[in-house]
């Protein structure tokens, strides 16, 4: 049973930086395409950033390329995306996710991930 659970979520002001960590257990061998998303209350969840786990470059989500950066620490499972040069648009609850497909995990998209974690809130003043 596979779990994501998100921390590192707060109040920053703009310009400011905040990394969030995700904690990835009971998961089977084999590379993994991960992902953070966000959503603000009355929108469609959004792609920040996703890569595999199999390595090679994060691909990122138009408004946030070149401020934010995803990574991963395998041996402690463990998904980062640091965040920088935040603006209050940036404001949102983000996700982690996971699927166990890599293939086309650059694009991949909300509905190719069938793992959640529970969110953290960002917010940007």
């Known amino acids: 049973h596979v779990q994501l659970v998100e921390s590192g979520g707060g109040s920053v002001q703009e310009g400011g930086s905040l990394t969030l960590s995700c904690q990835a257990s009971g998961y089977t061998r084999g590379d993994w395409c991960m992902g953070w998303f966000r959503q603000v209350p009355g929108k469609e969840r959004e792609v920040v950033a996703t890569?595999?786990?199999?390595?090679?470059?994060?691909h990122y989500g138009d408004s946030v390329t070149g401020r934010f950066t995803i990574s991963q620490d395998n041996a402690k499972n463990t998904l980062y995306l640091l965040m920088n040069s935040l603006k209050p648009e940036d404001t949102a609850m983000y996700y982690c996710a996971a699927d166990p497909t890599v293939y086309f995990c650059d694009y991949a998209a909300v509905s190719f991930f069938a793992y959640w974690g529970q969110g953290t809130q960002v917010t940007v003043s």
């Open positions: 890569m595999s786990t199999a390595g090679g470059g994060g």
